[in-house]
């Protein structure tokens, strides 16, 4: 078995470890290596053939595959090594990597483990819905995929289960390949995307969208897709929709299988690694960033925790050790979870000197309020609503007043 010994590996080439690659090669003692088990780099936006990517890392607006392309260019000329079609199938001793790759075993023994495995939504199984068993049922990536790389056809009539942004890329897509999309479902009392999205969608698109309902069934004839049964979530009303696609988007969990299998502490309620404001797990030398961390925000955002957690890797290479822990930040209901969610003294702010959110329920008129031991620390209107099916974002500020070792500051929203 051939043995590589790099300072840094960082696996998953998504903008959150082209990024972070890029950011280090060339600045450290040492080879940066990438470990990405498909065959072309950059992640999901890859085969998300729309605009929009780009605008707060890059500062300019792109498609999807050109803003894929560009990282993969950045990070190979800034010295990283990409090694594609290689996966990781086990670690030990905290970050030695055991990877499979077309030309045989390789091992892993680097310095420094950056964890960039991102997120993918949950397939039909995994959301308990019922029915027949056709072909035609796809997720967002699974469709981008057969339509963007395999040039493939998914149907002529299409429901979307979910109204979130990735919903209205699935609306594109679909349009793309010459299927209308008659009706978006959602079990939310509003769309969970933005209403510069959304609005626009129903317009422009035409598509239907029908609030406070949910997918309860698909029926299928000769083994494929034939109509869904929705059901009005509040009265049980049901009706029965013709279609031969059903996209389910949305419903995000981390690509946490390795996360788990290092033996990471894992957030329970986003299923991420829990990382520290510097984007450290709780193994030393292991670090985590982009949507494992925060399933799911924007690429960019992503992006731009592969350019923080390149600085903490560098300090880390420099032999500088983390200070104690000052407090954890927890979250009380409707919150699920937050991330970061450990502070430790010394640290910088988190990337963008932001806190990232997420909430079960909408709230119109969302009040964040900080408490530690029973005491009010801050209190901060938002001048959006906070909706289930997105990130939002408060400032690192409203944690000012913390006190380090007076126990956990929690987060709760109202409104």
Known sequence: METMRPAVAVVGAGPAGLTAAAELAGRVDGEILVLERERVPGGIPRH????????????????GPGYARLLHRRAERAG????????????S?????????????????PRALVLATGARERPRPARLITGDRGAGVYTTGHLQNLVHLQHGRPGKRAVIVGAELVSWSAVLTLREAGCRTVLMTTSQPVPESYAAFHLPGRALLRVPVATGTRLVSVEGDAGRVSAVVVEQVGTGRRRRVECDTVVLTGDWIPDHELARGTGLALDPRSRGPVVDTALRTSRPGVFAAGNLIHPVDTADIAALDGRHVAAAVHRWLADERPGEVAFDIEVDAPLRWVAPSVVRLGDPPPSRGRLLLWTDTLVRS???????????LARRRLPWPASPGRVFRVPWSLLARAEPGAGPVRLSLDG
């Not at 090594?81 to 086990?90: F, W």
């Not at 001793?93 to 023994?109: A, N």
């Open 93 to 109: 001793d905290g970050r030695e990597l055991e990877v499979t790759t077309p030309s045989g075993l390789v091992r892993v023994e």
């Open 80 to 91: 990283a090594r990409i090694l594609t079609e290689a996966t990781v199938t086990q670690v």
């Open 366 to 376: 969302p009040v964040v309020r900080v408490h530690q031991a029973g005491r009010p």
């Open 48 to 63: 998300s053939d729309h605009t929009g990517y780009g605008l707060r890392d890059l500062h300019r607006v792109m498609n």
